[in-house]
């Protein structure tokens, strides 16, 4: 059958379907249960939680679900500490006009950034989701170790043939062939962003001829047809982002997941001016206006703490074209409201293959 798979064989699921694991607030307990209950791998993204915050979501999974689910964290979850006070007051002046615009004054500068990401491990030990996913770069050779030891499945991200075969030297369990079509951050870690952008199929085959590690397709997937063809090119699995974040389930704005079913979301950009990271979401003016102007960014996530309240005043006024909305390049085909209902739709597309 298709949907026994290394995979699924691993994950102890159903369906080798992974539900992306969205960061920024963007994911639910909702929507991890409703996936995993539906015979897939809900996942939920925590690299903005404290270990406090990620205690509590762990305990609130575990009470929804009893099957395997996924936890992520970002490795790299700071790109500087801070910064100096000329570069803070080139982000200023070049972000005045829509500080202005919105009527809210400039924010002083964000206080220095501490990594958080060892804490966020020690509960991801202790907690033992089935499995713990990260992307952004590979964790230390002793916290993969207590992974194997606890019979944690590890999942590492990679854009590149390079950042895959390094992931299979550290002896993760799966690897993610990020797409630069997925929504969301490029996960990158070896070489810039910019220059990591294959397409997810071309990856899938590139990664498959280089690791002999199971490989989970990710980026301009949503339904049955998509699935068909990673599996075709030798992925194992499939990572779906953009088709979940639109449902009901999710931690999605109204008017995020409005967006994704609208027109607007026929064209997507890659920008780094609403985090400081490199990400593809809804082509919005702040993306299209500030081309080339990187430099001039704050660096993540200052940067994200920074358009935060953009972020709000923009909500709070319905000045829609001044937001972020992620999303993949994908999204004009997403169809299902419902988590469930999207699950069932894969698995019914699949098994009249």
């Known amino acids: 059958m298709w949907y026994q798979t290394n995979v699924s064989k691993i994950l102890g699921i159903k369906c080798p379907i992974l539900q992306g694991p969205f960061g920024g607030n963007l994911s639910s307990v909702a929507l991890v249960s409703a996936v995993s209950n539906a015979g897939g791998l809900g996942g939920y993204g ?10 509590k979501i762990d305990t609130q999974i575990k009470a929804a679900t009893n099957k395997p689910y996924n936890i992520n964290l970002w490795v790299s979850d700071h790109d500087a ?3 100096s006070e000329e570069h803070f007051k080139q982000a200023q002046d070049l972000f005045k006009p829509y500080f202005d615009e919105l009527g809210i004054a400039l924010p002083s500068k964000p206080e220095s950034f501490r990594s958080r990401f060892e804490n966020q491990v020690d509960v991801i030990l202790r907690q033992k989701p089935a499995v713990f996913s990260f992307v952004f770069g590979i964790p230390a050779a002793d916290i993969l170790e207590q992974c ?3 019979g944690i499945v590890t999942v590492g991200a990679a854009t590149t043939v390079d950042e895959a075969i390094a992931l299979e030297s550290a002896g ?10 997925g929504g969301g951050h490029r996960p990158s870690f070896l070489a810039s962003a910019e220059s990591s952008t294959t397409g997810t199929f071309v990856l899938v085959q590139l990664i498959k001829e280089s690791v002999k590690t199971p490989v989970i397709a990710a980026g301009g997937i949503a339904n049955g047809r998509g699935v068909a063809a990673a599996l075709t090119l030798g992925a194992d699995g499939v990572q ?3 088709a979940f974040l639109a449902t009901e389930e999710s931690n999605a704005t109204a ?8 027109e607007r979301a026929r064209n997507t950009t890659l920008s780094r001016a609403f985090t400081g990271r490199l990400g593809r979401g809804i082509t ?7 081309v080339n102007q990187e430099k001039k960014f704050l660096p993540f996530p200052l940067q994200s703490q920074f358009m935060s309240h953009i972020r709000s005043a923009a909500l709070e006024q319905e000045k829609w074209d001044l937001i972020l909305f ?11 409201k419902r988590a469930e209902a999207l699950m069932n739709a894969i698995v019914s597309e699949m098994s009249g293959q």
Request: charged share 25%; hydrophobic share 45%; no cysteine.
């Open 255 to 262: 008017m995020h997941r409005e967006m994704l079913f609208s």
């Open 81 to 83: 500490e801070d910064v």
């Open 326 to 336: 992620w999303g993949g390049q994908v999204a004009p085909v997403v169809k299902h």
């Open 148 to 150: 194997r030891k606890l």
């Open 172 to 181: 993760v369990d799966l690897i993610v062939a990020s797409g630069f079509e």
């Open 284 to 290: 919005s003016r702040i993306a299209k206006d500030l």
């Open 240 to 242: 779906i982002g953009t």
């Open 46 to 55: 925590a690299y903005t939680l404290t270990p406090e915050e990620i205690f």
